[in-house]
């Protein structure tokens, strides 16, 4: 059901000053970055993996615990079918956070649910996957 990692995202304060770091220190690319009324977000890429990601985080207006689980906020993982993946993960016993999956910020489906040790996860349906 899994077909990749999709992108690790990471609680930042200042998103500028992150975009800046990871572009001119690491060589990342902004593949996307937008808000919502909660959050701004970008994410970005290197040219040698362009289809995993990271995902930078701003809260404007947190949301509960979203990002109790630290400056790691979650890991991701691509699906081609998000109502199927949903499916078949709860017959295996997960128990997702919400219960539909929630709107990406360019225009996918996003689901979350813990791991194991209470780690974020997210199962996340591209747009043109």
């Known amino acids: 059901m899994i077909t990749k990692i999709e992108h690790i995202a990471i609680i930042v304060e200042d998103m500028?000053?992150?975009i800046t770091f990871y572009s001119k220190i690491f060589g990342f690319t902004v593949r996307l970055r937008g808000e919502n009324p909660n959050r701004e977000m970008?994410?970005?890429?290197?040219?040698?993996?362009?289809d995993t990601e990271i995902e930078l985080i701003r809260d404007i207006d947190p949301v509960g615990e979203y990002n109790r689980s630290g400056i790691v906020n979650h890991l991701a993982f691509t699906v081609e079918d998000i109502d199927l993946s949903i499916q078949h993960f709860?017959?295996?016993?997960?128990?997702?956070i919400s219960s539909e999956p929630q709107p990406t910020l360019e225009g996918?489906?996003?689901?979350?649910?813990?791991?194991?040790?209470?780690?974020?996860?997210?199962?996340?349906?591209?747009?043109n996957a």
């Open 108 to 127: 996918g489906r996003m689901i979350l649910f813990n791991g194991p040790n209470d780690e974020l996860l997210q199962l996340v349906e591209r747009l």
């Open 16 to 18: 500028d000053e992150s």
């Open 90 to 96: 709860k017959d295996k016993g997960i128990k997702f």
């Open 42 to 50: 970008a994410f970005l890429y290197l040219e040698a993996q362009p």
